[in-house]
């Protein structure tokens, strides 16, 4: 993985120009957030050496001026920055640590020697209550940033100020911990080259940590990390740009996580074809110039995903999935997941099933809600795959628990093509439609997500099936005269689904709840009211209930004197028989099966019977 963002590092320093031997551009950061629009600067004058304040000023922010705020987060949440340039919280506190406790902690390491920091310091202490006044009074929504300017000069355009930041954010490669780790003349681990110092602390997402003896091999001294993880000052700097450039152009949401997108090149391909890759995704995610709406296995908006599965296979994609509770660039970087080496080729495989999934009638004919930016419902489309599918059946939250290890351990599993545990998922699943069930909500669209997402899993050959050598006998059940209309629906449907419908049990099973929802549908005609539900135990159904409830069903069809489905009931009996004593499918299964056949019901209904009079 280090390699590649190095990699990626190269190629964002030649994009913009930047050097490894100017590393003030490289180590600055972004102080902006989506609601960013101005930027307040607490006014200093200097007149014959001395400082005045002279109030605060707004100014609107623009990104193209960052070398001007010289802003570079610190390496707490509750301590000053690398600058006094500071993100608000809240004005009062963020004044406090961020710039008062800046210049003081500052004049207090330096031993007051540097006497333009110490003046300026006892300038802001001495004018604090009306410069915070000033700054609640100049706040509006989105001023989010605090900077300086004295005589009208950003803090960048003093050397005092950019010194301190290459010199503080370059020590924090080897200081830390009240330790110093480095050493002189020594291979580094990243470019395998003799270097006059490597550092002992360089940690691009936070993942490598020394921040406990524990985690040091070699006698446990941190201040001999460097033997670890050795990297000298130029790959640290193009490691940190490499940082940057992924999180701006490779980093995407995914179900209530995001993921960064890193792609690493076998090393015989030629940089420019390297870097026309990355001029593509550039071109991708910007709104004004990006490809014709692209196909999408997640509902981010930005994912590139089909564009990665269209290069050859001369490049792998990595996923690191992960969660960072103070920030991008805070002091926690937690990696939840990280699935390596996708080729393009595997991509395209997800994308081929999903296009073969998305077309079947079944699926388009099922409508979803979809919702705007502000959740509410704008209008409907087609079900389509996508890993929200799989989401459906492990949220985030639910009954007070959390799935999230399950729903990315699936996820993993469907990008390396691993095989998926078929009764552990359908588990999951009905757990999900048992929810809908007894709260009495439709159970349509969950299921449908379900056969989706095992048919998907099937295409790619994930889950594994036992079939049934019954083939001969089938045919012969769906030949006989009396069959009539029914034969030909049947017999379409478990040939277009027949990796689905696999042994003989399920296709009864499948079909007996087809012939339930048909009595459903008759006595809310009848009574606006479905007291048959109750038979179907909040669907729990076992073995013996499942053989049971098939002549209650035809005695309440009688009972209503609307038995138009003694041929589908015909069907149903002779797969039964045919199914003999022991049947290989568990309760979920059972239960699943049943309830899809409700909610496909649909495709078997007749055209014409008894006079139109047959209910839907």
């Given at each position: 993985?280090?390699?590649?963002?190095?990699?990626?590092?190269?190629?964002?320093?030649?994009?913009?120009?930047?050097?490894?031997?100017?590393?003030?551009?490289?180590?600055?950061?972004?102080?902006?957030?989506?609601?960013?629009?101005?930027?307040?600067?607490?006014?200093?004058?200097k007149?014959?050496?001395?400082f005045?304040?002279?109030?605060?000023?707004?100014?609107?922010?623009?990104?193209?001026?960052?070398?001007?705020y010289?802003?570079?987060?610190?390496?707490?949440a509750?301590?000053?920055?690398?600058?006094?340039?500071?993100?608000?919280?809240?004005?009062?506190?963020?004044?406090?640590?961020?710039?008062?406790?800046?210049?003081?902690?500052?004049?207090?390491?330096?031993?007051?020697?540097?006497?333009?920091?110490?003046?300026?310091?006892?300038?802001?202490?001495?004018?604090?209550?009306?410069?915070?006044?000033?700054?609640?009074?100049?706040?509006?929504?989105?001023?989010?940033?605090?900077?300086?300017?004295?005589?009208?000069?950003?803090?960048?355009?003093?050397?005092?100020?950019?010194?301190?930041?290459?010199?503080?954010a370059?020590?924090?490669?080897?200081?830390?911990?009240?330790?110093?780790?480095?050493?002189?003349?020594?291979?580094?681990?990243?470019?395998?080259?003799?270097?006059?110092?490597?550092?002992?602390?360089?940690?691009?997402?936070?993942?490598?940590t020394?921040?406990?003896p524990?985690?040091?091999?070699?006698?446990?001294?941190q201040?001999?990390?460097?033997?670890?993880?050795?990297?000298?000052?130029?790959?640290?700097?193009?490691?940190?740009?490499?940082?940057?450039?992924?999180?701006?152009?490779?980093?995407?949401?995914?179900?209530?996580?995001?993921?960064?997108?890193?792609?690493?090149?076998?090393?015989?391909?030629?940089?420019?074809?390297?870097?026309?890759?990355?001029?593509?995704?550039?071109?991708?995610?910007?709104p004004?110039?990006?490809?014709?709406?692209?196909?999408?296995l997640?509902?981010?908006?930005?994912?590139?995903?089909?564009?990665?599965?269209?290069?050859?296979?001369?490049?792998?994609?990595?996923f690191?999935?992960?969660?960072?509770?103070?920030?991008?660039?805070?002091?926690?970087?937690?990696?939840?997941?990280?699935?390596?080496?996708?080729?393009?080729?595997?991509?395209?495989?997800l994308?081929?099933?999903?296009?073969?999934?998305?077309?079947?009638?079944?699926?388009?004919?099922?409508?979803?809600?979809?919702?705007?930016?502000?959740?509410?419902?704008?209008?409907?489309?087609?079900?389509?795959?996508?890993?929200?599918?799989?989401?459906?059946?492990?949220?985030?939250?639910?009954?007070?628990?959390?799935?999230?290890?399950?729903?990315?351990?699936?996820?993993?599993?469907?990008?390396?093509?691993?095989?998926?545990?078929?009764?552990?998922?359908?588990?999951?699943?009905?757990?999900?439609?048992?929810?809908?069930?007894?709260?009495?909500?439709?159970?349509?669209?969950?299921?449908?997500?379900?056969?989706?997402?095992?048919?998907?899993?099937?295409k790619?050959?994930?889950?594994?099936?036992?079939?049934?050598?019954?083939?001969?006998?089938?045919?012969?059940?769906?030949?006989?005269?009396?069959v009539?209309?029914?034969?030909?629906?049947?017999?379409?449907?478990?040939d277009?689904?027949?990796?689905f419908?696999d042994?003989?049990?399920?296709?009864?099973?499948?079909?007996?709840?087809?012939?339930?929802?048909?009595?459903?549908?008759?006595?809310?005609?009848e009574r606006?009211?479905?007291?048959?539900?109750?038979?179907?135990k909040?669907?729990?159904?076992?073995?013996?209930?499942?053989?049971?409830l098939?002549?209650?069903?035809?005695?309440?069809?009688?009972?209503?004197?609307?038995?138009?489905?003694?041929?589908?009931?015909?069907?149903?009996s002779?797969?039964?028989?045919?199914?003999?004593?022991?049947?290989?499918?568990?309760?979920?299964?059972?239960?699943?099966?049943f309830?899809?056949?409700?909610?496909?019901?649909?495709?078997?209904?007749?055209?014409?019977?008894?006079?139109?009079?047959?209910?839907?």
């Amino acid at each position: 993985m280090i390699e590649a963002i190095r990699n990626i590092g190269e190629y964002a320093l030649g994009k913009e120009e930047k050097s490894v031997d100017a590393p003030l551009e490289i180590l600055l950061d972004n102080p902006a957030n989506r609601s960013t629009k101005n930027i307040l600067f607490i006014l200093l004058d200097k007149e014959g050496g001395e400082f005045k304040y002279n109030g605060v000023e707004i100014e609107e922010f623009s990104k193209n001026k960052l070398i001007k705020y010289l802003y570079r987060k610190g390496s707490g949440a509750n301590g000053p920055d690398i600058t006094p340039t500071a993100m608000v919280t809240e004005p009062e506190k963020t004044f406090k640590i961020k710039i008062l406790n800046w210049f003081r902690n500052y004049n207090s390491v330096q031993n007051n020697q540097n006497n333009v920091l110490c003046k300026i310091y006892f300038i802001i202490k001495n004018n604090k209550e009306k410069i915070l006044q000033d700054l609640k009074d100049k706040s509006e929504k989105g001023n989010n940033i605090i900077s300086f300017k004295v005589n009208r000069k950003y803090l960048g355009d003093f050397e005092v100020f950019r010194n301190i930041l290459v010199n503080n954010a370059s020590k924090s490669f080897y200081k830390k911990f009240g330790k110093t780790s480095k050493s002189e003349n020594k291979l580094c681990s990243v470019c395998k080259k003799k270097n006059e110092e490597v550092y002992g602390f360089v940690s691009t997402f936070n993942f490598y940590t020394v921040d406990k003896p524990g985690f040091v091999s070699g006698g446990f001294q941190q201040k001999e990390s460097w033997r670890n993880y050795p990297v000298c000052l130029n790959c640290a700097l193009t490691l940190e740009e490499g940082k940057k450039y992924l999180r701006d152009n490779l980093n995407f949401n995914f179900y209530g996580f995001r993921y960064l997108l890193i792609p690493k090149f076998i090393m015989s391909i030629q940089k420019e074809v390297q870097n026309n890759i990355f001029k593509e995704v550039e071109l991708q995610k910007d709104p004004k110039f990006g490809k014709k709406e692209m196909k999408r296995l997640t509902s981010s908006e930005g994912e590139i995903l089909e564009l990665m599965s269209e290069q050859q296979n001369f490049l792998n994609n990595n996923f690191l999935f992960y969660n960072t509770p103070k920030g991008f660039n805070g002091a926690v970087f937690n990696i939840l997941l990280y699935i390596e080496d996708i080729l393009p080729s595997r991509l395209k495989r997800l994308f081929k099933a999903k296009d073969k999934i998305d077309q079947e009638e079944i699926f388009r004919n099922c409508m979803v809600s979809t919702f705007n930016d502000k959740g509410k419902k704008d209008g409907e489309k087609p079900l389509e795959f996508n890993f929200g599918v799989l989401r459906t059946f492990f949220p985030k939250i639910s009954n007070n628990r959390t799935y999230d290890k399950y729903f990315l351990d699936v996820v993993d599993k469907i990008f390396s093509n691993k095989p998926v545990n078929y009764n552990f998922l359908l588990g999951f699943i009905m757990r999900k439609i048992r929810d809908d069930f007894v709260n009495g909500y439709s159970t349509k669209i969950d299921t449908l997500k379900a056969f989706m997402l095992l048919t998907y899993l099937k295409k790619l050959d994930l889950l594994k099936y036992k079939k049934e050598i019954m083939i001969k006998m089938e045919e012969s059940i769906l030949s006989k005269e009396k069959v009539g209309e029914i034969k030909e629906k049947i017999g379409s449907f478990f040939d277009e689904f027949s990796d689905f419908f696999d042994i003989t049990i399920k296709k009864a099973i499948f079909l007996e709840g087809v012939l339930a929802q048909f009595l459903l549908n008759i006595q809310y005609q009848e009574r606006k009211a479905t007291p048959f539900r109750v038979k179907l135990k909040g669907l729990k159904l076992d073995e013996k209930q499942i053989k049971k409830l098939l002549s209650e069903i035809q005695n309440k069809l009688e009972e209503y004197g609307k038995n138009y489905y003694r041929d589908l009931e015909s069907v149903i009996s002779n797969y039964f028989v045919l199914s003999g004593n022991v049947w290989d499918v568990t309760n979920a299964e059972i239960n699943f099966y049943f309830v899809l056949g409700m909610n496909l019901s649909y495709l078997f209904k007749k055209e014409k019977n008894n006079g139109g009079k047959e209910n839907e």
